[in-house]
């Protein structure tokens, strides 16, 4: 049932009063595309082109390239298949990038689409119209362009009121937009924000590169993030009792993608381009997020006087399973299972900021009233953003 505007005016507080106002998680929306990849099918590509590539390297002097490995793909990082926007241009060995025609200035763009389309969903979920909301975060790791803004986009495509705009932290950026939400709520200065995530990634992974063609998927997630009441209980919904962002800057996960790259760009082709898509010294990555990722968590736990233990759920980052099982053994000193700390990345692959979202979607309607939970995501900058989560 959708709750009117006039029946809110005299649950909350008005607008810009000093009292901090309690929040929620009102709704969460995912969509994931229909097209899957396997590794056996992403490898079998990735090995067409370096066999039809290494006679012409042979020819220029240059080094066989080595070729890739569904086995390795599945030990390494936990990942089974992919979810994608389209397979068919990703699978052409001519090709290995998505199919996605351009559209026209005056069409919706695709990656505001991909995000209207999760929004509708958590609008759906939360039972709230669209024009009661009054703030569109676009929190994404890969943002199609610079402006118009692509929140402003999807702004106008589901018809909420208020404003709009874009931010990103790599795959803390959900987790940065519900910290920027959540507090936006808490002072008062928004009432409904909508946290919305697309991640169009395969658009810009190089799968011509051994060491990350295999990573990433596609995902869109919108979370709403709403005012409540001094004392009101949502059965079944998450009270946010707190949001945290650390972040510390490193090269180890980069893309130098943007308008500069035309300038230092001699050879302005395709494959000069790919020169300047996601890279990762991943080993450097495991190692070095593994450390803060659960110092970070250890640490926000104690301020709100949490262990691990006393944590229901832990919903992390969906980048790779034997990093999050290590990143849980520092923390909790033994093994965690699948229970406490879901992996949805063995069926989605790593879907930056929109994975550890889904993760929540999918698991926390067995959650008992009181119980908490722990949103916490890692990746690019480096960043880490967690959200400390109450069932109520
Ligand atoms: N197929 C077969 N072998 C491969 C391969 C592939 N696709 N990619 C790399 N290898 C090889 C390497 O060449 C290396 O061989 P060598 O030992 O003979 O030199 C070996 O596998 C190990 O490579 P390494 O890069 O150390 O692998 P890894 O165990 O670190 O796993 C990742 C790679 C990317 C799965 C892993 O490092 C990871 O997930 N890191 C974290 C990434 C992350 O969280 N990023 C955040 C993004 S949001």
Redesign the pocket.
Known sequence: MLRTSEQEASDFAPHHSNAMTRVCVGGIGVEIPEASISNEELVDSFNAWVDAENPNREARGLPPL????AE??EH??GIRQRHVYERDGILDPARMAPNIPARADDELSVMAEFGAAAARKALAHAGVEARDVDLVICAS?HHQRPYPAIAIEIQKALGTSGAGFDMGL??SSALAGLHVATNLVRSGAHRRVLVVTPELITAHLNFRD??????FGDASVAVLVEALGASEERPGRFEIVDTRSWTQFSNN?RTNFGFMSRLAQEDPSYLAMEGNLIK?N??K??KD?TIAGHKFIVDFLAEHGHTPETMRRFWL?Q??AR?NAMILKLAFGGEVGQDRAPTVLDRLG?T?AAGAIIALEETHRDMKPGEHGLLCA???GYSIGGALLRMM
Do not use: L, W
């Open positions: 080595a070729k890739s490995d390795f793909i390494a990082s790791a790599g795959c051994r060491q990350t063609h295999f990573i996960i990762q991943g080993n990555v495991f997020v980052h980048a790779n990093m790593n930056a890692f990746g690019a």
